[in-house]
């Protein structure tokens, strides 16, 4: 019995693990990108985060994806997203707010940020268990 939790901890840390990679892949891709491409309407990434979320959610509750690589491209999608809303969050904020203003903007968004994601590790641990 001990021997299948290893195994089962082991799988799930492999596919955590790959979960992890894709998205910060994803992540690095798109904030190096802000040479190339500018994104105005940052709400539209955010939106489509959004749908990612609600898409991945109700895959698992009526398990309509048909391969783990549909899910992986999803990921990586999502870390895309991710990125991008971060950089030209930052970029435009430096870009379009008085020199007055910018620091603070620069950390409220900061703040924002670190906020949002401790709120979901919060929001995590009671759905893990």
């Not at 950089?87 to 949002?116: C, H, P, W």
């Amino acid at each position: 019995i001990n021997i299948i939790r290893v195994c089962v901890c082991v799988c799930v840390c492999v596919c955590v693990f790959r979960y992890q990679t894709l998205y910060q892949v994803g992540v690095l891709i798109s904030r190096s990108s802000l040479c190339c491409v500018k994104f105005r309407r940052i709400w539209a990434l955010s939106l489509l985060q959004c749908v990612n979320a609600v898409l991945l959610l109700l895959s698992v509750y009526y398990q309509f994806l048909p391969s783990a690589w549909l899910v992986f491209v999803i990921v990586l999608y999502e870390g895309f997203l991710g990125g991008a809303a971060y950089v030209n969050t930052f970029y435009f904020i430096s870009k379009e707010t008085g020199d007055r203003q910018r620091e603070f903007a620069m950390v409220a968004a900061s703040v924002g940020d670190s906020l949002g994601i401790a709120i979901s590790g919060l929001i995590a641990f009671p759905v893990h268990r």
